[in-house]
């Protein structure tokens, strides 16, 4: 698999299967022009998959948008990819092909966005790739188990809350779905073979057992439903608990739809295409005002740092003069009477020590903020350091109490 080279790629694009292997990458358009909005408001997060993807993750939070969850679905494509591989590879003798998984996997993509937690501490690709590859195992040993169970069998084993749900989900009627249901329990208590076998291998009732279910539903029908139900036969009965078993069958085992199936109706038309084209652009502005913000404090507190050791390791008097001319508000000459000098050497001192520290300033700038040094520069970095010798040597409260 080529891997993708940047943001724009990695948020936009989709795995191409051709038969059971990776073909390439496909372009999302609507995808692609969203990153690149974001990308041209937020040039310098070019490369940080990391703020992209708490990017969406926010947006996913915050409103459920189906554009913030189609980037994300996007970003995890690599790591879907190699989960379902490995259950491939793990489960050889299977009936799906690695697209197969890789379809069943991603289509789980909103459990992980509604239960992963970036307070966590763990990024989005790992909870991911842990969530990826154990949902694959329980939807394979599910839908094997499933699968594989005669109607009967599997009639015999799902609950009644599974049950409802799955002809709930097919869109029957409150009155249909009680009618069913009582032939369910039927078919539950006559129903009991003679002969030990496992579910999957139920076979289909006698004749005189779909007799007896008929009877037992025609004379439970008064007590349990309406009092209009009319009488049914064997093979009213059959017809339903057939019709239960798929039902139960389609509700366990989900056919797996791409997620880049176009709209019903509407083959040229995306759900991508219905969302608003300035969506998001306040939390975007938020993310990367808060990250700014950060940014700045530790940068400040660094620089601070260094200034701090710079002057602990000037040599003496520098220290004193600096503390006297800064914090003291002395003159050149008063400093000079304190400590016993000429006016100009103290003068000399303190330019020395300013130079100094505007040395270590400009060095920390260029290393730590990438900044190309020139006569514009050190004239701002000069500035900034006045300031911050200014600040530092302030004197506070606690000291002019003293």
């Known amino acids: 698999m080529r891997p993708r080279q940047n943001i724009l790629e990695i948020f936009s694009t989709f795995i191409q ?14 995808l692609r022009r969203s990153m690149q909005q974001c990308l041209a408001n937020s040039p310098q997060h070019q490369s940080s998959q990391k703020f992209w993807a708490l990017y ?32 491939a590879a793990g489960f050889g003798s299977s009936q799906y092909s690695l697209s197969d998984y890789f379809q069943m996997a991603i289509a789980r993509i ?29 939807i394979l040993r599910q839908r094997q188990e499933v699968d594989i169970c005669t109607a009967w069998g599997l009639l015999r084993k799902i609950s009644q809350k599974r049950l409802m749900e799955s002809l709930q989900q097919v869109g029957l009627s409150e009155k249909t779905i009680a009618r069913y249901i009582l032939a369910w329990h039927g078919f539950k208590t006559i129903y009991a073979p003679q002969q030990a076998r496992a579910s999957r291998k139920l076979p289909r009732p006698d004749k005189a057992t779909w007799e007896a279910l008929a009877a037992f539903y025609n004379s439970q029908r008064y007590q349990q439903l309406a009092p209009d139900e009319t009488e049914i036969d064997d093979e009213t009965i059959e017809k339903w608990l057939i019709a ?15 997620i880049n199936k176009p709209q019903q109706g509407n083959s040229e038309s995306e759900l991508l295409d219905q969302l608003a084209a300035n969506e998001g652009e306040s939390l975007l502005t938020a993310a990367i005002a808060e990250e700014e913000s950060q940014t700045r404090q530790t940068q400040t507190a660094q620089m601070s740092q260094t200034l701090e050791t710079a002057i602990a390791n000037l040599e003496p008097p520098l220290p004193e003069i600096l503390q006297l001319y800064y914090s003291d508000t002395h003159t050149q000459q008063q400093i000079a009477a304190k400590l016993g000098m000429k006016q100009y ?47 530092y040597y302030k004197p506070t409260e606690s000291s002019r109490t003293e």
């Open 17 to 30: 299967f051709e038969g059971d292997r990776f073909s390439a990458w496909a372009t999302d358009p609507s």
């Open 56 to 87: 969406w993750h926010k947006q996913w939070q915050n409103n459920a948008t189906i554009r913030a969850r189609e980037h994300l679905t996007a970003y995890l494509q690599e790591v879907c990819f190699w989960a379902a591989q490995k259950t």
């Open 110 to 138: 909103e459990k992980i966005l509604n239960n992963f937690d970036p307070q966590q501490g763990v990024a989005l690709r790992n909870y991911a790739k842990a969530i990826f590859n154990t949902t694959m195992r329980e």
């Open 244 to 258: 239960c078993a798929t039902a139960a069958r389609s509700y366990l085992y989900p056919s797996v739809t791409s």
């Open 345 to 391: 050497a103290v003068s000399r001192r303190l330019s020395k020590a300013r130079q100094l520290l505007l040395q270590k300033l400009a060095n920390w700038s260029q290393e730590n903020l990438h900044i190309t040094l020139n006569s514009d520069v050190l004239k701002h970095t000069s500035t900034v350091l006045e300031d911050w010798l200014s600040a």
